[in-house]
């Protein structure tokens, strides 16, 4: 709760929260034995469906969830600016801009913002990924004016005053030292993105480096704000207890007048295309090691195939396949980063056991990415994996932000709600022989990097990276 | 959601401005005495529901801190029987259900989230096949043993600021077992100790079943004598010995555990002699909310981050057990100014203890606080953690209206004597994980000399 900026990784698979409307196989056992006719619940309706997109004549997207359960609502105001669209020595300038989004405007003076917020009860906080920032307030549904004022009033007139740009460009230093410079895996993730994007703006840590962050100048800030944050650029999310038709109006009341301006023209980032695999090994003071394979997807991957790479991250993640894998592992964790507004990225991680050394643990890992090749997958797992797809579908509703996170973030990616639930029902038509094709055909040798990280004891001074290249 | 529900007046006028309800919570007990406790909530098809036993590491025996943790972590294994293909694990998660534990100081929790339209009948059945007969078979249990081995450090004292405190804080007292644990301490606790400890304490008189969600009462009922119908028999465990506050009244040198790093972790702590039941901790509550707990409106954030710059992140939180709670207070800086950092909490808490707050402040946080208890429980998961501590320390059923009602009446005096009956700000324990502190200057006055000796 206190940290009100912390920065949300846009890493693995957000997207794989909630599942499918179509009928799904209810897998009851009886003595440990699963029915051999499956057994069709009744149908559920994705709660998502239930949700309104408009636009305002400046640009600004509405979205509109309503929900009673409780007398609460969920704003969001999401901006398509993320580090993927910062210059180099500028790396940073939207997570630091988002700071500044809680430090004055000329109508709400800095500490004011949460103050205003803390005095109904409420909460807030922000976050800056790669592709977007995003801000949220969750307040009693009798407030929800107050929270339209607040952002709209933001949106327009932020002071950004050099004194308290100096204080808290300070504070994102702490937090860069934080969570990057002594957080060793993160460390460690962001030298590696810089190897798998040596060329591209998708290598921008979002937090930003060290050195930009000593050179930012609030001038810089000023014109950030004063380009990207615009209502032709934002998506606003309500979600909760309200009446849509009372809100559209109150909606347009404080946001309608905002005008729209030119956004400056932005290409997407390419990167050329990785011709042979590429190892990196970081050593630093660590807990424990970690080997990374991670995978360039190409633009452009059908939407079937993205279902399977989805579902063989989800299944890699809590299935051990190979007994090696399981004995040379202390954890393990899949992940298909997708949607994104650059590349998608697939990605194996794995911390080793005690007793098994780095180079055991990754030719288990080779192995365990080998025998995806071939014929080596089970159907159990597979089911496995699409059942808590389905499951998890259930368990998400529960968090009102929730569902207002996946509009947000599915509408700033350009899908609709029913491009999104079809996505999520391609993942329950997935099949093993889905599930082998995109291992053969996307995770091979030369478009993967390998990252190792050698931990090395806490107390002692050791910090060194090697980049090879394999072949 | 009822409104009725909250029962004081007084309340009910400052939660007016929109307010939920806390919900509605049922309770009754097994025929063996376990309590239940239930929350009905339709809206979703979703069932939580929780286990908490009087079984953490603070019930390990004396010499063998790991046991409580390998206890709870093998409760599912089993080996299989003719015509069983799956283990209860499985079973459980297969179809998309989670189960999982959660072991702690002072209790050991099994949490078990299922779908209510998918047959959770069955699932609390697999369930309580377990809890009835455990067995701890020995292949399971030695790859379990060597997972949770390679997790836990050498010398616990050295391996962070939190186990480093709760060490010194807790001395000898059970209470610190889970600090104790090291790899030579786990790979001593063999799977006959294990059942052994499952026996003594995984019994009727130890345990709570809450559950929360899409469930009717009758199927509570049946799922909370399926899960303990069956358990072992046996008293429930003494109550732990007083928690020793002597170490608290040392003033002692802060601990450094020297890290490479341009950062240090500086983390304060203090046992306070007080728990949920005493008069004094709606008061301690409300203060170490205003004082460092409530995001940037606490003091410490205002005057550390907000106005210096100095961190990304200060806090302080109370983490309240049987008897005892312990306050502590987070901070990571950059090293160069660790002191500074340091210097300012210490005049901080001594500012709040001495002064105490404002009346104005008191009325402002009072109003914050109670608003914002209408987003607790807002969710079954949040809820069901809120519940589940209703019956593990025994409080009422109203307990949270209570609270309020509590915090509703303290005015700026009740703070700062409770504050002042329990907080000395000169006496908290400190621990630094950060890198070795400059040398002295060749040219150090003699004073500065002995101020950095031991």
Not at chain 1, 357 to 376: D, F, N
């Amino acid at each position: 709760m206190s940290n009100s900026h912390r920065i949300a990784l846009a890493c693995c698979c957000a997207s794989l929260a909630l599942a499918c409307a179509v009928p799904s196989r209810a897998a009851e056992t009886v003595g440990g034995l699963k029915p051999s006719t499956p057994v069709v619940e009744h149908q559920l309706v994705h709660p998502l469906l239930a949700t309104q997109i408009t636009h305002l004549d400046n640009g600004l997207t509405i979205v509109l969830h309503e929900d009673h359960r409780a007398p609460v609502v969920e704003l969001q105001v999401w901006y398509r600016i993320g580090a993927i669209d910062e210059p180099a020595g500028l790396t940073g300038i939207s997570h630091a801009l988002e700071h500044m989004m809680f430090r004055g405007t000329t109508k709400v003076p800095t500490g004011e913002y949460h103050g205003r917020v803390a005095r109904l009860g409420g909460q807030n906080n922000a976050f800056t990924t790669r592709d977007y920032t995003y801000y949220y307030l969750t307040l009693p549904a009798s407030d929800l004016e107050t929270a339209l004022d607040l952002e709209s009033d933001r949106m327009q007139h932020l002071t950004l005053a050099e004194p308290l740009f100096n204080t808290e460009i300070e504070v994102v230093k702490e937090e860069r030292r934080l969570n990057t410079e002594n957080n060793a895996f993160r460390a460690f993730s962001e030298n590696v993105q810089g190897v798998v994007y040596p060329d591209s703006s998708m290598r921008n840590p979002v937090i930003g480096h060290m050195d930009d962050l000593n050179k930012m100048k609030v001038a810089d800030l000023r014109q950030w704000y004063g380009q990207w944050y615009a209502p032709n650029n934002a998506t606003l999310v309500l979600a909760g207890d309200f009446d849509a038709a009372r809100v559209m109006s109150l909606v347009k009341t404080y946001f309608g007048s905002i005008p729209r301006h030119e956004l400056p023209a932005r290409a997407k980032p390419v990167e050329p295309v990785q011709q042979a695999g590429k190892r990196v090994v970081v050593k630093k003071p660590s807990l424990s090691s970690l080997v990374s394979f991670r995978w360039r997807i190409p633009d452009g991957t059908p939407p079937k195939d993205l279902a399977a790479l989805d579902v063989l991250a989800e299944m890699l993640s809590n299935d051990y396949q190979d007994r090696r894998l399981a004995l040379a592992s202390d954890s393990l964790y899949a992940g298909f980063d997708y949607p994104t507004r650059g590349e998608p990225l697939f990605m194996l991680n794995a911390v080793p056991s005690q007793d098994a050394s780095l180079s055991e643990l990754e030719s288990a890992m080779q192995k365990q990415v080998t025998l995806l090749h071939g014929a080596g997958l089970y159907g159990e797992m597979l089911e496995r994996a699409q059942q808590r797809l389905l499951a998890r579908n259930y368990f998400s509703y529960d968090e009102l932000s929730n569902r207002a996170q996946e509009l947000g973030m599915l509408t700033l990616y350009g899908f609709t709600p029913e491009e999104y639930v079809n996505h999520l029902s391609l993942m329950q038509q997935v099949t093993l022989k889905d599930l082998e094709r995109v291992a053969t055909t996307y995770l091979k040798d030369d478009n993967r990097v390998v990252g190792i990280l050698e931990a090395q004891p806490l107390d002692k001074a050791v910090a060194a990276k090697e980049i090879t290249h394999d072949r | 959601m009822t409104a009725k529900h909250w029962l004081f007046a007084g309340i009910a006028l400052c939660w007016a401005a929109g307010a939920a309800a806390f919900p509605v919570v049922q309770q009754w007990q097994t025929a063996n005495g376990v309590p239940v406790y239930l929350v009905e909530r339709h809206d979703l098809p979703v069932i939580d529901l929780r286990i908490d036993v009087d079984a953490g590491e603070s019930r390990s025996p004396a010499g063998t801190p790991g046991l409580a943790t390998m206890t709870l972590y093998g409760l599912m294994d089993k080996d299989f029987e003719t015509n069983e293909l799956r283990t209860p694990y499985q079973l459980l998660t297969d179809t998309g259900n989670q189960y999982g534990v959660d072991l702690r100081r002072d209790r050991a929790s099994i949490l078990l989230r299922v779908v209510s339209t998918r047959g959770p009948m069955t699932m609390v059945s697999t369930l309580a096949k377990q809890m009835a007969d455990a067995k701890y078979p020995f292949e399971y249990f030695k790859y379990r043993r060597d997972a949770v081995v390679g997790q836990l450090p050498e010398n616990p004292a050295k391996s962070s600021t939190e186990r480093n405190l709760s060490l010194a804080l807790y001395g000898d007292h059970p209470l610190a077992n889970l600090d104790r644990r090291t790899p030579d301490t786990v790979k001593s606790v063999g799977n006959s100790a294990a059942r052994g400890f499952y026996r003594s304490f995984y019994v009727p008189g130890n345990l709570i079943v809450t559950l929360v969600g899409d469930v009717s009462r009758a199927d509570a009922e049946k799922m909370a004598n399926l899960l303990t119908e069956h358990l072992p028999k046996g008293d429930a465990a003494a109550p732990l010995p007083p928690v020793p506050l002597s170490a608290s009244s040392v003033e002692a040198a802060p601990q450094r555990l020297v890290r490479q790093k341009n950062q240090s972790s500086i983390e304060l702590a203090q046992l306070l002699p007080i728990d949920r039941k005493s008069p004094d901790m709606a008061a301690i509550m409300l203060g170490n909310y205003m004082l460092g707990s409530s995001g940037f409106q606490s003091r410490l954030m205002r005057e550390l981050r907000e106005k210096r710059g100095l961190t990304y992140d200060v806090s302080s939180s109370l983490d309240i057990l049987r008897g005892s709670a312990m306050l502590s207070i987070d901070i990571s800086t950059r090293s160069e100014q660790e002191q500074q950092a340091l210097q300012l909490l210490h005049d901080e808490l001594a500012r709040f203890t001495r002064d105490g707050p404002t009346e104005a402040e008191v009325a402002e946080a009072k109003d914050r606080y109670l608003r914002s208890m209408s987003f607790w429980g807002s969710t079954n998961q949040a809820l069901l953690g809120l519940v589940a501590n209703l019956g593990y320390y025994k409080l009422p059923l109203d307990y949270y209206d209570q609270l309020a009602a509590r915090i509703e009446k303290l005015n700026a005096a009740d703070i700062k004597a409770a504050w002042q009956r329990h907080v000395d700000p000169t006496r908290f324990r400190i621990a630094i994980e950060g890198p070795e502190p400059a040398k002295p200057a060749t040219d150090a006055t003699p004073a500065a000399i002995a101020a950095s000796a031991p």
